[in-house]
């Protein structure tokens, strides 16, 4: 019986070994690989042994690194039936023969008449028979191009286009003047037979509207269904704001993408927090549905459950990256879950069917006090017991930098003159004094998480602390030097900016928004005014601002300001719905006197953990910084890996600008290549003619390092 078993065995192994050797042509079909998001790719041909091989098969150059500030190219190509789709910095899409990088089509989408709305993460591929289409999203719009030709789909919503403003028609106020409000949407939307499911992004302060989530057919781009994110009057969820929190603000919107169980027919959202950010006074409640993983019937938009994994979020805290659907084994039962990866260094593992958490989640007391006047904050946050956290959770001084004496003592005397209790409390409410806590920028990020099939998920990971400032606006507007344009220049812009000008740090960890106090020296007022009406990278248009109002915004910057009545001040205030009395001030990660963390290395990490037993296989420090004698520390990351049926993790995302091979075994590190420029996004892997492929983006422009706008493609030498 033994002799049976085990030739039955080889057999099989041989089998599947011939199989795999017929395997001709692997897809990397989704943003995250998959619609699993599992950003897995199967091939085996690049392994632990012939990894060091590797070299780069063909580079493709966008044209469009136009250097200097941040190119910000975020995006993760797919590939279908050996075509590769990429959007490159610029916005335009084009279609390359992804075994030689040749181009096949390009399309740009200024065509349009509209304009991009900050970088584009990914697009989507729909197919039904002959019928073969690439659906973008852009700015507030979306479009689609026939993935063969390249050609522009106008029978798609009106004119070719769909605008994702047509959700807030059920809400009275932020739907009389829809238009009005900046939207757009940066990550992809994801698609379940004929129904486009996509999020949005807005700016989370005071002019943020609710970031509803919509579908739209894919043929006809008519929607077929909302869903209020902040519930409307008699909705499931309404009792967990104030009564009148859905006409004042907005945001609770996924603008990270979507995964999607297409067996199930369930789509799978994350959210972000409500606005304003870090003020919550008109939203007392849990608030229902910011913060959340949700899944729907992706036909018809019914919730069938939701799991909150911060309440009335008061930092920040979107969920940054889609959930990820695995199968894990626990206490002997196969569960189909989804693992989401939060900010502050969570993993929540809930059953996706039930949305029951697979390992128990606490609700945990939190410091509430001192708090905003006017402030609720939750008295407890739900913190799952296992895993345990990838993240640094709390600062205290045994943890401050000991990376010189010099930079030790300078942390510690912020550290000690900030608002923390026993330590810097991730949850410590935001306050004029300055708040230091983790989590508002990742943790986690936009490049998600990987899965392999064994259950093990892999998230790379940031150790950075936030030093967070509020300012109570009647009091700065009430300073005698408060102008009409430094009002709206403070209403409008500080929140990047800094008040007056005088500089921040922006949300997301690449580098500060520029000083704007000396402006006049490099810009004219018709470049700054050109800017503000069109936006440029993460700089949002503002072309929603009366004319009037960005001429006293001008002035103000070049020094220019008249006299104005002080009633022409404040409109864009009164526009909007609601003014909160306090207004983030900047957020600026705390470091010490040399620009390194304020906390001991590492500050950036690539974790391993065992899904089905909760436990970590291994951490391990991500890439280092080349000026730093120690190589040890890792960096600041942003950007994802895709993990290979081969053993291997390719990841880049670092300061130092490699791209990197990991052992998923044990984390070694086993090959790295130098990029043109910083890989700050999530590499693809795919099969095409029996050769398997590593892609990734290059675009630089983090962290104050150059920018770059080339694509590079590795593969194994051909054999001699
Ligand atoms: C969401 C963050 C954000 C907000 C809000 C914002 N900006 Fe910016 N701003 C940026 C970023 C990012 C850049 C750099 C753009 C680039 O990399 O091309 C920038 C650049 C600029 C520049 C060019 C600076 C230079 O030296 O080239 C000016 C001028 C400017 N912003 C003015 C404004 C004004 C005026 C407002 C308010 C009406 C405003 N910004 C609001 C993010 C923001």
């Known amino acids: ?67 200097g500030r941040g190119n910000d190219w975020q995006y993760q190509p797919i590939v279908v039936k050996g075509v590769m789709y990429v959007v490159t910095p610029r916005s335009k899409l084009v279609a390359l023969d992804a075994a030689t990088g040749k181009q096949i089509w390009i399309f740009d989408p200024t065509v349009t008449g509209k304009r991009p709305g900050g ?84 700016s989370e302060g005071q002019d943020a509207p609710p970031g509803y989530i919509q579908a739209f057919n894919v043929i006809t781009g008519k929607l077929l269904w909302v869903f209020h994110t902040i519930p409307l009057p008699g909705e499931y969820g309404y009792s967990t704001w104030g009564p009148d929190s859905y006409k004042k603000i907005g945001a609770a919107n996924d603008w990270t993408g979507f995964v999607v169980d ?3 027919g369930i789509v799978y959202a994350s959210t972000g927090s409500a606005s304003v950010d870090f003020y919550g006074a008109i939203r007392p409640g849990q608030n229902l549905f910011a913060n959340c993983i949700i899944a729907f019937d992706a036909k018809t938009g019914k919730r069938l459950w939701h799991f909150q994994t911060i309440h009335h979020d008061m930092w920040d805290r979107d969920l940054v990256c889609p959930g990820n659907l695995v199968t894990i084994m626990h206490n002997g039962k196969k569960i189909d879950a989804i693992a989401q990866a939060t900010k502050d260094g969570l993993l929540f593992i809930l059953d996706r069917v039930t949305g029951r958490p697979v390992f128990p989640v606490k609700e945990t007391p939190v410091p509430t006090t001192p708090a905003l006047p006017g402030e609720h904050p939750s008295p407890t946050q739900p913190i799952p017991v296992l895993p345990k956290p990838y993240s640094m959770q709390e600062l205290t001084e045994a943890t401050i930098t000991d990376r010189t004496p010099e930079a030790h003592a300078y942390v510690l005397e912020r ?77 409008n812009c500080a929140s990047c900016h800094g008040s007056n000008g005088g500089g921040a740090n922006n949300g997301d960890g690449a580098q500060p928004y520029p000083v704007l106090t000396d402006v006049g020296s490099r810009l004219t007022r018709v470049q700054i005014s050109t800017l503000m009406e069109t936006g440029r990278a993460r700089m949002p248009s503002f072309a929603n601002v009366p004319k009037a109002d960005r001429d006293l915004i001008i002035d103000f910057l070049l020094h220019t300001e008249k006299n104005v009545p002080a009633a022409s001040a404040n409109v864009r205030r009164q526009t909007t719905p609601y003014s ?84 998923t075994k044990n984390g070694k590190v086993i090959w790295q290549y130098q990029l043109p420029a910083g890989g700050f ?16 983006v290059c675009g630089g422009g983090r962290y104050g390092l150059p920018s770059g706008g080339k694509l590079l493609t590795f593969a194994l030498p051909d054999k001699q």
Do not use: C
């Open 119 to 202: 970088p584009t993460r990914g697009v989507t591929y729909w197919e039904k028979g002959d019928d073969k289409r690439i659906i973008v999203n852009y700015g507030f719009v979306i479009f689609e191009v026939n993935a063969a030709t390249g050609e522009w789909i106008k029978s798609f919503g009106e004119d070719g286009l769909a605008d994702i403003h047509i959700g807030l028609k059920d809400n009275e106020v932020w739907g009389a003047d829809p238009q009005k409000w900046g939207m757009r949407n940066t990550s992809p939307g994801a698609v379940y037979k004929d129904v486009y499911v996509v999020g949005s992004s807005m």
């Open 681 to 696: 996004a999530t590499p693809a892997s795919y099969m095409v003619n029996g050769k398997q492929y590593v892609s990734i």
């Open 1 to 67: 019986m033994a002799t049976t078993g085990l030739y039955a065995q080889t057999a099989k192994k041989a089998v599947k070994k011939a199989a795999a050797a017929m395997v001709k042509d692997i897809d990397y079909p989704s943003y995250g690989g998959n619609k699993a998001g599992n950003r897995y790719m199967p091939a085996t041909q690049i392994n632990k042994k012939n990894v060091k091989d590797l070299q780069v098969a063909w580079t493709y150059d966008s044209g469009d690194n136009t250097g």
């Open 415 to 491: 550290y000690n003159n900030s608002l923390h209790v026993s330590g810097a409390s991730k949850y410590m409410p935001p306050s004029e004094k300055g708040t230091l806590y983790f989590g508002f920028g990742g943790g986690a990020e936009w490049g998600g998480t990987a899965v392999d099939p064994k259950g093990i998920i892999y998230i790379n990971s940031n150790n950075m602390l936030w030093w967070q400032f509020m300012v109570d606006v009647a009091k700065r507007d009430a300073l005698a030097a408060a102008t009409p344009g430094s009002t709206l220049f403070n209403a």
């Open 262 to 264: 297409d067996k199930r």
């Open 580 to 663: 909160p009395a306090f207004q983030s001030n900047g957020t600026r990660q705390f470091r010490d006197q040399e620009g390194y963390p304020a906390m001991k290395a590492p500050w950036g990490t690539l974790n391993a953990i065992n899904m089905n037993t909760g436990q970590y296989l291994w951490q391990v420090p991500l890439g280092y910084y080349p000026k730093l004698a120690d190589h040890t520390t890792g960096t600041e990351n942003h950007g994802g890996a895709v993990v290979t049926g081969g053993g291997l993790l390719f990841i880049a995302a670092t300061d130092d600008e490699n791209l990197r091979a990991f052992d």
